[in-house]
């Protein structure tokens, strides 16, 4: 069936470190994102990226569409980054439900 | 302007009431979602409007009712909920519900059902 696989499922880092989390999807998509959960539980956009690289500031995401996988790079992580992380996609085969992966939640330690 | 808002922040309601979620967005969507999220796990899609019409139940329980008054509003009627009911519940939109647009959420409602 359908799934996205988050990995690793918890991450304890020390503040300055980096950090990849990864997605792995099972068929083809038409969009890929990811998001950050904060504590009060909004879902903030990282990024959109069905394909290619993109970066925003200290992050930066790839998305290799043919191998099914994404990756998110954190560098120099602050406390302020802790919190959940998801991917979320938009299958072709299954239009119009974005469906999340388990999530990762990391842990920035100062 | 990429903002969805939710109404209420929070809400407590006894088995017998009937409450109703609130969500708008002025982004010119014509899709909007529903999602319930429990503690530790990932968002669970309840429901897709698309231009208005409701295009996806995933098989929610009739005690759950939405509705989409037009294109910027989704209300979520509750009525004889369950405590395992209680979670976080959030609002998306898109520009469409095919070709997988970008999705944006509200902050959420933080429902407990006593």
């Known amino acids: 069936g359908i799934q996205v696989e988050q990995s690793p499922p918890d991450l304890i880092l020390q503040e300055g470190a980096n950090s990849t989390l990864r997605c792995n999807f099972s068929d083809s998509v038409n969009n890929l994102q990811w998001f950050h959960q904060n504590p009060w539980g909004q879902l903030i956009n990282l990024f959109y990226?069905?394909?290619g690289t993109k970066q925003n500031g200290r992050l930066s995401a790839t998305t290799v569409a043919t191998e099914r996988y994404s990756l998110l790079y954190i560098s120099s992580s602050q406390t302020t980054d802790s919190g959940v992380y998801f991917c979320a996609v938009f299958f072709l085969s299954n239009t119009g439900k974005l469906i999340f992966g388990q999530g990762t939640t990391l842990q920035v330690k100062p | 302007d990429t903002e969805v808002t939710q109404t209420p922040k929070h809400l407590v309601m006894g088995m017998t009431n009937k409450k109703s979620l609130k969500c708008e967005q002025h982004?010119?969507?014509?899709?909007m979602y529903w999602y319930k999220q429990k503690a530790k796990k990932p968002p669970e899609l309840m429901f897709v409007?698309?231009?208005?019409?409701?295009?996806i139940n995933e098989s929610v329980p009739s005690r759950f009712s939405p509705e989409c008054p037009n294109s910027s509003l989704l209300n979520l009627h509750l009525h004889a909920l369950q405590p395992e009911d209680s979670a976080l519940y959030l609002c998306?939109?898109?520009?469409?519900?095919?070709?997988?647009?970008?999705?944006?959420f509200g902050q959420g409602t933080r429902l407990t059902v006593v």
């Open positions: 990226i069905p394909s």
């Open positions: 982004m010119g969507h014509r899709a």
């Open positions: 409007y698309s231009y208005e019409k409701l295009s």
């Open positions: 998306a939109s898109s520009q469409s519900s095919v070709q997988g647009p970008e999705a944006f």
